[in-house]
């Protein structure tokens, strides 16, 4: 026989491991990402184990395929998709179970397949899923046997158009193996609630459900130990013995009460977690650890948002599930370090856009104190494109919903469930009230703890203020006209009102910040995003605070000014804001006519851009015109201090106070190269400068990176972004340098971006034109120790470089099961 390689043979036994470990422990749960094989085409037979892959790529899961392009123009996604490819794929992956035990239960867990998902067992199909943001799982014990077993997974994104935005395409998250005793708790099973909270006390809750599959009734009992935020066991309680019926389910309840708890909250996110056993014969049969936050928020309808005890205003932004270059299988400090940037300006809660975001980015969201709205919808049964959800709306839509809710409603951050996006039965109330009474049921009966809202699409014209839709929402929420929701919450001062969608217009921030009824808002968009983009040339949507680098845009600056408190993060900043010509009907700060947003812009004069300059920003961060004779610039100033003075060239320009109906302090200053500085002042002190330079020629590039240590982990990535500067170190708004990106060591490149929407060469790529002065490289290391070398260079530039150190992973808890 021959021997195996030491690397195959490391392989094989790590196939093994959740078998091997299944005989001694309760609950075993494996990452199952690594060794498969995609094929970016339709494969007949491919679901048998017979079949040949050896040609096949091989991949690491998540795998986002459509994100490697090409970009095309006649691709059937089209502008939604953002130009990406589309089309049927095939993975597989072969394991090795040594030996089966008639006592276990193996299950797979997927945490989102886009889309139409089929996946088999030995060519047995085990199911079907069309809903690409959802999570599932599949018993594999039926199909299992000893030796070689092989899962396929089909997916079919060749419909189109099919969303509004780009989805990408592929197994884009991460696949579990897990197993238990045939009698066990459940998916999902395991429900923490905190009905009693306050500084002195708090009451702790613990459902779970167990199921029996095994030959005959159990009894069975749950021991749950709290463990604080500081790891340490605070106590254990139990459940009345209660027996399951073969094939059966059953609800075990206990509670306890603990003193002075750690509440959960924005500025502390404390996070508990239960390690919940179940018992039969006083012996464990399977175990589960769940993490939780012992926090109490509601929605109160004359002073919006409260979350222990304290008001806060919701200051959101929207989110869709892509980062760029990324594509759609995001790594988390990929997500980390764009919320980390959002945090900067003021943001406090994040919508899912529109549709259940990856479980880690729940975790996330609970670790860093956001607020989340974990929405579920973007249709139910009236199209917005041909093949979108509203084929299997009506199939699935509960289902999804409760897989989803039972999946997420331990996470502290979420604060509301979401029963759609703009949803176009509204118009036909005989249609959408059942709909909705029927989802709200649904969502409560899986989480009574949490209220339900919709983004509301045009009330007043499909009148559902006025024929009871709304009233069926826990919290009304309405996209833009904000208006229109305090005229609603005046006609009915019951009602809890949210803003679920908004532009950066100020007339809306001060709708909301003048009227302490209106909970909080969340702008369209938090970040830049690929798809919805109009039309070609663009592949995405302009509409974020940060450029999808995570890179500011002007205008995230103005929104600081607005959502941070000056005592604690006192601010300016400063922008030139120029008039691009106007031809078409779109605008790059705005959603386009074309989008689901359907109003125009408040500000007329960037209501129409030339198509072929919509991504030209009007809102600049430089003192480098083009033109720079003799001329006149319009600088806008945001800053939360009380008064701003401007120099020239250390020349005064004036000072001006901040204004009260939060417009920006605006200066007419007549161009001339050198320094301009703001100065932001609070009684009279200096609290925060700004300054803008004219840039001379390039002398070279600025390399960098906020992650000094990378571990070869896939969620773990660092960003080297490659900076474009003169003699003297000032930024040159250069959009044409190309840059190359080199790597030696341990690590390699995995994508490149600069955050141009118009720009069509590829992401999985070493070089990359600059933007406005930067590009950046996204890196990966491979082994856990080595010196990591990253270089960036450009034609008549003297190259930079960058060193990173690879260092082991650390050890981490994992709590995901299901």
């Not at 200066?667 to 009279?684: D, E, M, S």
């Amino acid at each position: 026989m021959p021997s195996l390689h030491p690397k195959a043979l490391l392989a094989a036994l790590l196939s093994l491991t959740p078998f091997l470990q299944a005989a001694t422990t309760p609950r075993t749960v494996e990452p199952f990402d690594t060794q498969w094989r995609f094929l970016q085409s339709d494969a007949p037979q491919a679901e048998q184990p017979a079949f040949d892959d050896s040609a096949w790529l091989p991949i690491i899961l998540p795998h986002d395929w459509s994100i490697a392009g090409p970009v095309e123009q006649k691709n059937p996604s089209g502008p939604a998709g953002g130009f990406f490819p589309t089309g049927i794929g095939w993975y597989r992956k072969t394991f090795t179970v040594p030996r089966l035990d008639p006592t276990r239960r193996t299950f797979i867990a997927f945490d989102g397949v886009m889309a139409n998902s089929d996946v088999y067992l030995n060519g047995h199909l085990l199911g079907h899923r069309p809903y690409g943001y959802v999570s599932f799982n599949y018993d594999l014990t039926p199909y299992l046997h000893p030796g070689s077993n092989t899962i396929a997974v089909r997916v079919d994104n060749s419909q189109q158009t099919a969303s509004r935005w780009y989805p990408g395409a592929g197994i884009n998250r991460h696949v579990r193996l897990i197993t238990t005793n045939a009698v066990h708790i459940a998916p999902w099973g395991i429900f923490v609630t905190t009905p009693q909270v306050s500084a002195d006390s708090a009451t702790i809750h613990v459902r779970s459900t167990g199921i029996n599959q095994s030959s005959a009734a159990a009894g069975i009992s749950l021991a749950v130990t709290l463990i604080a935020p500081n790891g340490h066991s605070v106590k254990t309680f139990t459940s009345p013995l209660a027996t399951i019926a073969r094939g059966a389910t059953a609800d075990l309840d206990t509670q306890t009460t603990i003193p002075t708890p750690d509440r959960w909250d924005l500025d502390h996110p404390a996070l508990y977690s239960v390690r919940a056993t179940l018992l039969s014969n006083g012996k464990p049969i399977d175990d589960e650890t769940v993490p939780f936050g012992i926090r109490e928020f509601h929605f109160d309808p004359d002073q919006g948002f409260f979350l222990n005890g304290r008001h806060h205003k919701i200051y959101g932004v929207a989110l869709h599930s892509d980062a760029g270059a990324l594509g759609t299988a995001v790594p988390l400090a990929a997500w980390e370090r764009r919320l980390t940037e959002l945090r900067k300006l003021g943001v406090n809660a994040i919508r899912t856009a529109h549709n259940p975001p990856a479980p880690e980015f729940l975790d996330l969201a609970d670790r860093m104190g956001f607020l989340v709205m974990d929405e579920m919808f973007d249709a139910w049964t009236v199209a917005k494109n041909p093949y979108d959800y509203h084929l299997y709306f009506k199939e699935w839509s509960l289902r999804d919903i409760a897989d989803t809710v039972r999946r997420d409603r331990n996470h502290p951050s979420i604060i509301l469930w979401s029963a759609g996006n703009e949803i176009h039965d509204t118009p036909h109330p005989d249609i959408a009230i059942p709909i909705l009474k029927s989802l709200v049921e649904t969502f409560h009966q899986n989480d009574p703890t949490r209220p339900v809202t919709q983004a509301l699409f045009r009330p007043n014209v499909s009148h559902d203020y006025d024929n009871g839709l709304a009233d069926l929402l826990d919290v009304v929420g309405q996209n833009y006209r904000e208006q229109e929701i305090l005229a609603a919450h005046a006609q009915k001062p019951t009602r809890k009102i949210i803003g679920t969608e908004n532009t950066h217009d100020r007339n809306q921030w001060v709708a909301m910040r003048d009227h302490p009824e209106y909970s909080g808002q969340f702008l369209w968009s938090g970040i830049d995003y690929l798809g919805e983009a109009g039309r070609w040339p663009g592949i995405g949507s302009g509409s974020g605070l940060l450029l999808s680098t995570a890179l500011p845009r002007a205008r995230s600056f103005e929104r600081q000014s607005w959502w941070t408190d000056p005592s604690t993060a006192p601010m300016v900043s400063m922008a030139r804001r120029v008039q691009p010509a106007r031809r078409g009907p779109i605008d790059p700060g705005y959603p386009s006519p074309t989008s689901s947003n359907q109003q125009a812009p408040a500000n007329p004069s960037t209501a129409a851009l030339d198509p072929t300059t919509r991504f030209t920003q009007p809102l600049l961060l430089d003192w480098s015109p083009q033109d720079q004779s003799p001329h006149t610039e319009n600088v806008e100033v945001y800053t939360n201090a009380e008064e701003v003075e401007l120099f020239l060239n250390d020349k005064s320009l004036g000072t001006q106070k901040l204004h009260a109906d939060a417009s920006p302090i605006t200066f007419q200053v007549p161009f001339a190269p050198g320094t301009l500085k703001a100065v932001a002042r609070i009684g009279g002190k200096v609290v925060a400068q700004n300054e803008l330079r004219t840039a001379g020629k390039p002398a070279h590039l600025l390399l960098t990176t906020e992650t000094p240590n990378l571990t070869p982990d896939w969620n773990d990535i660092a960003y080297a972004t490659a900076t474009l500067v003169d003699a003297n170190g000032t930024v040159i708004p250069d959009s044409a340098t190309r840059i190359h990106f080199s790597i030696v060591g341990p690590g390699k490149i995995i994508a490149v971006d600069n955050g141009n929407m118009t720009d069509h060469d590829p992401f999985q790529a070493t070089d990359r034109k600059l933007y406005n002065g930067h590009a950046i490289a996204i890196l990966r290391a491979t082994e856990p120790t080595g010196s990591i070398s990253v270089t960036a260079t450009g034609q008549d530039i003297p190259p930079a470089t960058l060193t990173l150190k690879a260092v082991p992973p650390a050890p981490t808890p994992s709590f995901r099961s299901f």
